[in-house]
T-cell receptor, first 111, second 114 residues
Framework: GESVGLHLPTLSVQEGDNSIINCAYS??????FIWYKQESGKGPQFIID?????DKRQGQRVTVLLNKTVKHLSLQIAATQPGDSAVYFC??????????FGTGTRLLVSP | GAGVSQSPSNKVTEKGKDVELRCDPI?????LYWYRQRLGQGLEFLIY????????KSGLPSDRFSAERTGESVSTLTIQRTQQEDSAVYLC????????????FGEGSRLTVL
């Protein structure tokens, strides 16, 4: 079956550090992946996406890397700020935006 | 409003009662989704609506769950004879279409079944 999982449930970093959040997926046919940020009491917020014909995509302070060989996805946040503290989910689009979400990684940023 | 609106934000009910959760999508968004998020977990797909097409109900966990959508507007998720395992946050999202655009999520309806 399909599954998307994360390696680290909690990541603690200092303000200004770079953060890396990892995700593994199992459906090798998946062709579209999304990272979401969820702050306490709020719905998930889109951060960045990547299609399987790419291995890297950059946004503002964020970079997503896709390694299809090992079915691994990562989110890199540069110069992490306290406002980045949240739970981050990777999600796999199984078609028609029916997303399969991982369990999430909590990012804690200390000032 | 500009975003996806959900109500109620919190609902506490007794086991066996029926509940209705409401979602107002972003105006002009033809696709509407319902997801469930149990405590400390990721989101589980429940159902989606796209225009006038038949909804995809493949994620609904049991026949106690149903949803309706009026045209390309409001949707209601109904849970009949609620059970304690139904306790979760129910999130609604909308997008321009099922093939285009990101999903915009509401803040969710937190359901607690006692």
């Amino acid at each position: 079956g399909e599954s998307v999982g994360l390696h680290l449930p909690t990541l603690s970093v200092q303000e200004g550090d770079n953060s890396i959040i990892n995700c593994a997926y199992s459906n090798s046919a998946s062709d579209y992946f999304i990272w979401y940020k969820q702050e306490s009491g709020k719905g998930p917020q889109f951060i960045i996406d990547i299609r399987s014909n790419m291995d890297k995509r950059q946004g503002q302070r964020v970079t997503v890397l896709l390694n299809k060989t090992v079915k691994h996805l990562s989110l890199q946040i540069a110069a992490t700020q306290p406002g980045d503290s949240a739970v981050y989910f990777c999600a796999e689009n199984t078609g028609f935006q029916k997303l399969v979400f991982g369990t999430g990684t909590r990012l804690l940023v200390s000032p | 409003g500009a975003g996806v609106s959900q109500s109620p934000s919190n609902k506490v009910t007794e086991k066996g009662k029926d509940v209705e959760l409401r979602c107002d999508p972003i105006s002009g968004h033809t696709a509407l989704y319902w997801y469930r998020q149990r405590l400390g977990q990721g989101l589980e797909f429940l159902i989606y609506f796209q225009g006038n097409s038949a909804p995809d109900k493949s994620g609904l966990p049991s026949d106690r769950f149903s949803a309706e959508r009026t045209g390309e507007s409001v949707s209601t998720l109904t849970i009949q004879r609620t059970q304690q395992e139904d306790s979760a946050v129910y999130l609604c999202a909308s997008s321009l279409g099922v093939h285009t655009g990101e999903l915009f999520f509401g803040e969710g309806s937190r359901l607690t079944v006692l």
